[in-house]
């Protein structure tokens, strides 16, 4: 007998291992492809999120900008109407032109404030052709070299304000850019255009290098100041060539090394249709915090990925290890020849302690299981509070929130049911309002999902009251209603009638729809049991078999009347009230 005992020994240890293999490796890839897809997930949210409030800040900077412009731009008309101006421009009286606006623009020039936003570096003047007009040697113009002054002359004057951008030398030998607005001289007897007041101002960008954002001015193929190395300016400048010239807040962005640092680089064209040459802002913005916060984050993924790893193992470790029991059972029935009434009441004891033993793994390992998954759930909701998330993020989190709620409720029928599997479970029968109830759960129908296709239909005598345990009796009808709303055809109808023979309280719930097969109409109250043609319906099997052990717990009975293709029907039976305080 050893002998033959041996190979199936051998059989059922390798049944063991090739089952927990396999399921270690369900459980392996199933956790590497969900890593994988939250990790990309939440990556994707973070940068987008992060680009959006960094635009949104950079957008409100250029506003502030455009206000101080406009604010200059309304200063420069009004110089420009200075008589003093206007009558050396127009009587030709070019040698007193510079020493007139010395006087008219005194306060400008010599403006004392802390930001600069009124206060001009420099001023020139253009003739009706564009070009230059030279001022004394002694003149308080501001100081620029020739080159610097030469770029300021256009093809011709212009006829409306310009704005430009004027890369300057400092006498220390730091480089600066000044913003150059350029406004038309109108004469007064022509109204043409004969000359221009050219004004400069130190840039507005230069107080506000803050936020992590550094700021430069791009303007004839240099950067004020240089924030990146040649590599950087080449891909800068290949990227200003191909981009249009923008206005408002439309930027354009590309990614560059810094010092050995990744920052996003941000452009935008500075004086669009203007005559001036071409003027970029450029905004740099380090990536470090970000791509620290995402390694952070990577690592806290992998870290509940190992846990979630390391969980999954185990439990399939436990699982293969119930499964193999039967196998194992069978191997030993099959070579040990049992006989005798002795080994027969050994065998039923061994099966009743297995029982047992399922009743309590059955019953702890719910009760383990609500508290991560409560956790699980709090976790959702709290990420779903997160700003920034995308419609589709939320969506798919709320999906989770509800499978959560799914799983809640089969945890806690799978304890109620264990309960009663244990004998622990005693009612408090007392007077329950059946009518009342069921039409407090009709109700709850009207407001579940697709529910206005389907028509409730009652027919329970007022006040009919039953013996029972008000929140088990509920849990009986609630299933019964559940499932006739969750197998109904769309356009069907659930059907509610009570009706009372002597002691007893007959209950039916009846609905539209495909039916119960048949051959599973005996199995429909079995835990766990779903038939083929209901596999795309949502639920887990136990709601019959905990209705029908309830419904015998208030000394009633839960039965299938019949089921055909468009109707379904179960009965349930309870005590009446006033027959059970009489007896």
């Known amino acids: 007998m050893r002998t033959a005992a041996e190979p199936q020994k051998q059989g ?24 994988y897809v939250v990790e990309r997930k939440v990556v994707a949210d973070s940068e987008q999120a992060s680009r959006q409030a960094y635009e949104k800040e950079l ?45 008219e623009l005194r306060d400008v020039m010599d403006a004392d404030d802390e930001v600069g936003i009124l206060h001009a570096t420099f001023y020139r003047f253009l003739d009706a052709s564009g070009k230059v007009i030279a001022p004394p040697p002694d003149a308080e113009v501001g100081a620029l070299n020739e080159e610097e002054e030469g770029s300021l002359a256009l093809q011709q004057v212009p006829a409306t304000q310009q704005t430009g951008y004027l890369a300057r030398k400092m006498p220390d030998g730091s480089e600066t850019v000044d913003a150059v607005i350029a406004a038309p001289v109108i004469s007064t007897e022509t109204h043409e255009v004969i000359a221009a007041l050219v004004l400069g101002f130190k840039p507005f960008a230069d107080k506000m290098q803050e936020a992590g954002i550094q700021r430069a001015i791009w303007v004839e193929g240099r950067m004020t100041p ?48 203007s005559m001036f040459a071409p003027a970029f802002e450029v905004s740099l913005y380090s990536l470090a915090p970000s791509l620290e916060r995402l390694r952070h984050l990577r690592w806290q993924i992998v870290t509940a990925g190992a846990v979630l790893l390391l969980t999954g193992l185990v439990a399939s470790h ?23 009434r002795e080994q027969a009441e050994a065998a039923l004891e061994m099966t009743h302690v297995e029982l047992q033993r399922s009743v309590r793994f059955s019953a702890d390992a719910s009760h383990q299981l609500k508290t991560p998954v409560a956790v699980l759930r709090a976790g959702l909701e709290e990420l779903l509070q997160q700003p920034g998330l995308s419609r589709r993020s939320q969506e798919e989190i709320e999906a989770l929130i509800g499978q959560t709620a799914r799983l809640t409720s089969m945890i806690h029928d799978l304890l109620l049911l264990s309960r009663m599997d244990a004998g622990r479970l005693h009612l408090d029968l007392v007077r329950v309002d059946l009518s009342q109830l ?11 999902p697709d529910a206005a296709d389907v028509t409730v239909e009652t027919n329970v005598p007022e006040g009919l009251q039953i013996m029972g345990e008000k929140r088990y009796t509920a849990i009986i009808l609630h299933n019964l209603l559940e499932n006739a709303w969750k197998y109904n055809e769309r356009g069907g109808k659930v059907c509610i009638g009570a009706t009372v023979e002597k002691s007893r309280v007959h209950l039916r719930v009846g609905n539209n729809g495909a039916g119960i097969p048949e051959h599973a109409q005996k199995h429909v109250f079995e835990r766990f049991h779903r038939a083929a043609a209901n596999e795309g319906t949502p639920g887990h099997g136990l709601g019959l078999d905990l209705a029908r052990e309830l419904a015998r717990l208030h000394g009633g009975e839960l039965r299938l009347v019949g089921s055909a293709p468009g109707w379904t029907e179960f009965e349930a039976t309870f005590t009446l009230a006033s027959s059970a305080e009489t007896a």
């Open 438 to 448: 069921i039409a407090s759960l009709a109700d709850d129908l009207s407001v579940l």
């Open 59 to 103: 957008a409100s900077m250029h506003r502030l900008q455009e206000l101080r412009h406009a604010a200059l731009a309304e200063r420069c008309k009004t110089l420009v109407r200075r008589p003093r101006i206007h009558a050396a421009l127009e009587d030709n009286a070019l040698d007193l032109l510079y020493p007139s606006a010395r006087d």
């Open 318 to 340: 436990f699982i293969s290890a119930r499964l193999s029991v039967p196998v194992e059972k069978l191997a030993h029935d099959s070579a040990v020849n049992i006989a005798g």
């Open 226 to 273: 240089a924030l990146v190395e040649a590599p950087g300016m080449t891909a800068l400048a290949g990227q200003m060539s191909r981009a249009p010239a923008p206005g408002g807040d439309a930027f354009s962005s590309l990614q560059l090394d810094v010092h050995g640092v990744p920052h996003r680089a941000f452009f935008m064209r500075l004086n669009p249709g």
């Open 12 to 35: 059922v240890a390798g049944f063991r291992a090739r089952l927990l293999l396999g399921m270690m490796l369900i459980a392996s890839g199933i956790t590497a492809v969900v890593l």
